[in-house]
């Protein structure tokens, strides 16, 4: 897709973009994690890019290569995910958090590997920061892009995540949905903000991209 025919509708914007799992250590070889491939995010990155942003991508382990032109900053966990959102939020327009960022972390990761002693084993887990509300809830605020992915009342839980952590906009995904999402190359969204809603129906994930990146930079603008 050659970038010199997309108006460059953020030029000289700073976007922050988190994509990817993150990785919550059990102990030294073992980890807690999750199904995201990385896609969505990169997508985004390279489409952000195209369109004439400066991007900075904060990214869990994927096995994707890093778009040209883009910064990536490469973290494992959700307290290392948090520290480099904190840090390259600090001159941004635009943050957008498509990480699947882990829920929950080990209470305490145990210093050295778990050996397997007994015939049932609990683990005890604590809840992980949410990063995009603590970024949300600056001060100095960007604007800022949530992801919801859920698998029933979609539009309901999208818009109350988009209340509770204080967005300008969320992208909805319907994860039961197999043909879409999580590991495809095809996605479909209903995208939400204060005022209005828009639905994108299937596509694949470097198009949906750059449509969400124009909503987005409609939406800023507006703001
Ligand atoms: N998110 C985040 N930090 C977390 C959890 C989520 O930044 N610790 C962000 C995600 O990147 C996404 C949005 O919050 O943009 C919503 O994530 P989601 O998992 O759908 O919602 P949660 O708030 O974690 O709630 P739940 O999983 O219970 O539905
Ligand atoms: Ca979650």
Partial sequence: LPSFFLPQ????????????????????VRYISNHSSG????????AAQWLGAKVNLISGPTSLETPGGITKISISD???????AQEYTQNCDIFI?????AD????QVAPQKMKKTSDELTLELERNPDILASIASLAQKP?????????????HYAKDKMQRKNLDMIIANDVSNQAIGFNSNDNAVTVFWPKGSVEIEQTDKQNLAIHLLQLIAAQYEEK
Avoid: H, W
């Avoid at 953020?10 to 102990?27: F, S």
């Avoid at 929950?104 to 209470?107: E, I, L, S």
């Fill in 9 to 28: 509708v953020l030029a000289n914007k700073n976007i922050t973009i988190t994509a990817g799992p993150t990785r919550e250590a059990i102990d030294p």
């Fill in 39 to 46: 896609k969505m995010g990169y997508a985004l990155a390279q």
């Fill in 78 to 84: 959700a307290e290392q995910m948090l520290q480099a």
């Fill in 97 to 101: 958090s498509c990480a699947a960022v």
């Fill in 104 to 107: 929950y972390k080990m209470k």
């Fill in 143 to 155: 604007f800022c892009v949530g992801f919801a992915a859920e698998t029933q009342n979609l539009a």
